[in-house]
């Protein structure tokens, strides 16, 4: 008979009455996390065989009593838990606090400063403590704290510690810095050079006028100018259509060209463009003769 070890060896008549006990029962029973619903277990032994056959990439949290199928999920467990410690400088969580002191041995080291009494100080903020700190030497140009004077002597001679902006009294120490400043600052600056050197004192320079540019053309026979308009005459083409291979001439399938009228010489304007008279060709085709069929047909 199946038997719950949990509830002191309860036994049941069958396995369909054990699950039900386990679903309802207010007894802590082992768990697993992962399973949804999650499913409960008659035994720690039970839980373990089933952790084994269906979650072997699993990642358990023994403190907490969970499981979890990826180990991006144990870390946000462990980062947003109340019962795991947290490290303050970068938020990872972790299992507990040993783990959590070794992470800052090994990521987060501290050094003593010994000209503020040995005061611990993350390796990666000791430049902004000296830039902070009254007890360490500054550079009047730049603003850089140092950790003694012959730490700054040496930036002092050093002619590559400071980039100096020629159009103002920036100082940078470093030359990524003087190149953003001089295109985010100095932007309009040779803009407001390049309008200067074209307006002076509200007059346009010579050499900058727009010139006017115009097209040369052939003037026309004064016969072409002074001919009176002609009304356009027709003409047939009697060539065959359809080439000389084909012997079909119908009257229905003959072009008809018109000749086009004289026209005037196109007069030029400067930036405008021209003015021109637009040629139409006309083309006229015959009128079809309609079949004239008589009202009352002779009777025979």
């Given at each position: 008979m199946p038997t719950c070890i949990v509830c002191n060896s309860r036994k049941f008549r069958n396995k369909e009455a054990l699950h039900q006990h386990l679903n309802t029962s207010g007894a802590d029973h082992p768990s697993c996390t992962i399973c949804f619903p999650h499913r409960r277990f008659i035994s720690e032994q039970a839980k373990e065989e089933h952790d084994a056959a269906r979650h072997p990439q699993s990642y358990p949290c023994v403190q907490c009593d969970r499981t979890f199928r990826e180990q991006f999920a144990l870390e946000d467990h462990y980062r947003g838990s109340k019962a795991h410690p947290n490290c303050v400088k970068c938020g990872h969580g972790f299992i507990d606090i040993q783990a959590r002191d070794e992470h800052h041995r090994d990521q987060h080291p501290q050094v003593a400063c010994g000209t503020c009494h040995g005061v611990?100080?993350?390796?990666?903020?000791?430049?902004?403590?000296?830039?902070?700190?009254?007890?360490?030497?500054?550079?009047?140009?730049?603003?850089?704290?140092?950790?003694?004077?012959?730490?700054?002597?040496?930036?002092?001679?050093?002619?590559?510690?400071?980039?100096?902006?020629?159009?103002?009294?920036?100082v940078f120490t470093t030359h990524l810095e003087s190149t953003t400043h001089e295109k985010?600052?100095?932007?309009?600056?040779?803009?407001?050079?390049?309008?200067?050197?074209i307006y002076?004192?509200?007059?346009?320079?010579?050499?900058?006028?727009?010139?006017?540019?115009?097209?040369?053309?052939?003037?026309?026979?004064?016969?072409?100018?002074?001919?009176?308009?002609?009304?356009?005459?027709?003409?047939?083409?009697?060539?065959?259509?359809?080439?000389?291979?084909?012997?079909?001439?119908?009257?229905?399938?003959t072009q008809v060209q018109q000749n086009n009228r004289p026209i005037t010489p196109r007069a030029e304007t400067p930036m405008l463009g021209f003015r021109t008279l637009t040629n139409r060709v006309h083309r006229r085709l015959p009128i079809p003769a309609l079949l004239q069929l008589p009202l009352f047909p002779e009777s025979s």
């Open positions: 611990l100080v993350y390796q990666s903020d000791l430049q902004a403590h000296f830039n902070a700190s009254p007890a360490h030497p500054k550079c009047t140009l730049c603003k850089t704290g140092f950790i003694d004077a012959a730490a700054l002597q040496r930036h002092a001679v050093d002619p590559e510690a400071h980039f100096f902006c020629k159009k103002c009294d920036s985010e600052a100095h932007a309009l600056d040779e803009i407001n050079r390049q309008v200067a050197a002076l004192d509200g007059v346009v320079v010579d050499d900058m006028e727009p010139e006017e540019h115009t097209i040369q053309r052939a003037t026309p026979p004064a016969t072409a100018i002074n001919a009176p308009l002609q009304a356009p005459s027709a003409t047939v083409s009697t060539q065959p259509r359809f080439g000389a291979n084909n012997q079909r001439n119908d009257s229905r399938h």
